[in-house]
């Protein structure tokens, strides 16, 4: 297992069936919850006892603890983990009127297991000066010959390609798909290597000329402290494909409550409260995400780059199609 690191007391000293707390394993780091988990306590008074780690140690860890665990609330990032955890027995199926109002049907599991809590569009983005919006359509597009050599993405063993690649297999089918994927890997400019700023980063150095990457992180950069980080984000330029059919692929944090919940009550008023919002305006404006209620607004970073339609695609599909689209980017070539 990979290191944790425990917020809020030891989860062991809680005594069982005490009501006004609720114990949250969370893939989203401290400083990416903790400040909406706070505000939430200070709103109901009830303690939130936080876990961070990777998502897959921290699943690993429910799947361990069973009926035992002391989470309440499972937290992490992209529907395909979240399909993962729900698979495993580990999450619940909860009734709330309060977050199916809040939460488009589309980002959260039919059956109530889970829900998205904030949103994040996977995109391409191209070198300023040496790429024109005019030269780019759709994802599918990117296989196509005249991008060989001038294509960084990162290693098929990321969730968030996997996805990518499920959301495809749902609106191409398995065969139509892998023929995309291995035009793409004939595109690679390198072997793929590094997270999404390291594509953007080569984007901006020469290395290529489009990447794909999730938009929060170039919000991130050009929003950072380090002057070589906004340098490096301010060499590229955001482009929405697929406008004129399906639309972005967009993918979610998002939260789900336990199969070993013992503050049940707790734990869907602290996801209500994510859905609310206040919580909504905070995630916007702290993580560039954009929210899941349509009527907040996104960080000014983002409102820069303009609308765009999303795909409509009900994103447990993408957990149901993530096994095919592993064993077909591998038979792509894609590593």
Not at 22 to 50: C, H
Not at 70 to 75: H, K, T
Not at 201 to 227: E, F, I, P, R, W
């Amino acid at each position: 297992m990979g290191a944790l690191c425990l917020v809020g007391g030891l989860f062991a000293s809680v005594p069982p069936g005490y009501a006004q707390e609720v114990n949250v394993y969370s893939a989203r780091q401290e400083a990416l919850i903790k400040p909406i988990l706070d505000k939430f306590t200070t709103k109901t008074g009830i303690k939130v006892n936080l876990l961070t780690g990777d998502a897959d140690t921290l699943l690993k860890r429910l799947q361990v603890e069973g009926t035992n665990s002391p989470a309440d609330v499972f937290l992490t990032v992209d529907a395909g983990r979240l399909h993962r955890a729900k698979q495993a027995g580990m999450l619940q199926a909860i009734e709330s009127p309060v977050l199916n109002q809040a939460v488009p049907a589309a980002y959260r599991d039919p059956q109530g297991y889970w829900y998205g809590l904030s949103l994040r569009a996977r995109v391409i983005v191209y070198a300023k000066g040496r790429v024109h919006a005019e030269e780019l359509s759709t994802y599918e597009a990117l296989a196509d010959p005249v991008w060989q050599g001038k294509l960084c993405v990162r290693s098929s063993s990321n969730i968030y390609n996997q996805s990518l690649v499920a959301s495809m297999i749902a609106h191409k089918g398995v065969d139509e798909t892998e023929v995309w994927a291995s035009g793409l890997v004939e595109n690679f400019a390198r072997p793929p290597q590094g997270g999404d700023r390291d594509q953007i980063k080569a984007v901006t150095a020469g290395q290529c000329d489009v990447a794909l990457v999730n938009t929060y992180y170039l919000a991130k950069m050009l929003t950072s402290n380090h002057a070589a980080e906004r340098t490096a984000g301010s060499g590229v330029t955001v482009f929405w494909p697929n406008q004129a059919g399906r639309g972005v692929h967009v993918n979610v944090s998002g939260a789900g409550v336990t199969r070993s919940a013992k503050h049940l009550e707790a734990a869907i008023l602290l996801l209500e409260f994510l859905a609310s919002a206040e919580a909504q305006a905070w995630y916007a404006e702290k993580n560039h995400e954009y929210p899941v209620r349509s009527t907040v607004e996104p960080s000014a970073t983002l409102r820069d780059w303009g609308d765009f339609s999303p795909d409509s695609l009900n994103l447990e599909v993408l957990g149901q199609n993530n096994s095919a689209a592993v064993r077909l980017m591998d038979r792509a070539g894609w590593r």
